[in-house]
Each structure stands twice: as structure tokens, then as C-alpha cells.
């Protein structure tokens, strides 16, 4: 599964090389595997510099209710916002946990203080820029070379 994580495009025999086995049997494998929902999907990365994202962002945010409807209402607002690439719901004094990317200083203000804060419920909002991004990836700590 490392080899897939890392390498989502591999061709069958390619992977089929690598860990030994025949093409027909890792192929019968990375089927069960989807399957068995351990392969949730395939994607492509792009880079978000290179489309103009030049912001990365954390947002905490702090709701004043815990009550099943606000939360749901909050919860669906989020999932429709393509900024919003991670939400977390965290302990601690925040609510929820935000990365989001953006374009620049002014779609940062439009999007804080536009479209979050007007969420119901929304009783404080703490944002923190990154500086620099230090690691990123999308590899689970699996360290097995083969296909189960």
C-alpha cells in the first residue's frame, strides 16, 4: 500500500514488479482493496502556488451553541466551501479546526469576515498564517511494501 500512497498513477505491472507478485494478483488485491474501502480514491495534486493559493490558513473557530441543529447548519455551510480543504471538530476552547487556502490579504478578509462570521452561531475567530510549509503529505505511516 506504500508504493500506492506514494505512487497513485503506477501501472499495474509496474506495482506487480515491485512487490512480487503477478499482474492478474495485484490487480484481484488493489481491487479488494477499494473494495474493502481501504483505497478511498485517487487524486491529483496540484500546486496551489502555482494557481495563485498564496495563503495558507488555520482558522480556529468558536460557536456559542452545542446544540445538534447549529452545529449541523455550520457543519453543511463548511462542506460547501471550496477554500476549506480540512475541518476539524477539536477540544479546547475552539470549536473547529480550519486549513483553508486563499488567494491573497483581501480574499483572506472576505472570507473571515464574510463567510465564517456570518455563520449561526459563530462567537469568535482566530486565524493564524503559515509562514512556511515545513511538511506535507498525504502518506499514512504505513511501512509495508506489499500489498495485503
Known amino acids: 500500500m506504500d508504493i ?5 498513477n503506477i501501472s499495474n505491472v509496474e ?17 479488494r482493496l477499494e473494495n474493502e474501502g481501504v483505497i478511498d480514491g485517487y487524486v491529483t495534486l496540484l500546486n496551489r502556488e502555482k ?7 488555520f482558522i480556529s473557530v468558536k460557536t456559542t451553541s452545542h446544540q445538534k441543529k447549529e452545529n449541523e447548519q455550520i457543519q453543511q455551510a463548511i462542506r460547501k466551501m471550496p477554500e ?5 471538530t ?6 473547529y479546526m480550519i486549513k483553508a487556502v486563499i488567494k491573497n490579504s483581501k480574499d ?11 455563520l449561526p452561531g459563530v462567537s469568535g ?7 512556511a510549509e515545513l511538511k506535507s503529505t498525504t502518506v499514512l505511516p504505513i511501512r509495508d511494501q506489499n500489498i495485503e
Open 51 to 57: 494557481l495563485g493559493f498564496d495563503l495558507v490558513c
Open 15 to 31: 506495482l506487480a514488479r515491485r512487490v512480487n507478485l503477478s499482474p492478474p494478483a495485484t490487480h484481484a488485491r488493489v481491487k
Open 125 to 131: 475567530i482566530h486565524t493564524s498564517l503559515s509562514y
Open 4 to 8: 500506492l500512497q506514494k505512487e497513485a
Open 108 to 118: 483572506l478578509k472576505n472570507f473571515v469576515g464574510t463567510k465564517l462570521s456570518s
Open 90 to 95: 477539536i477540544t479546547g476552547e475552539y470549536d
Open 84 to 88: 476549506i480543504l480540512e475541518c476539524h
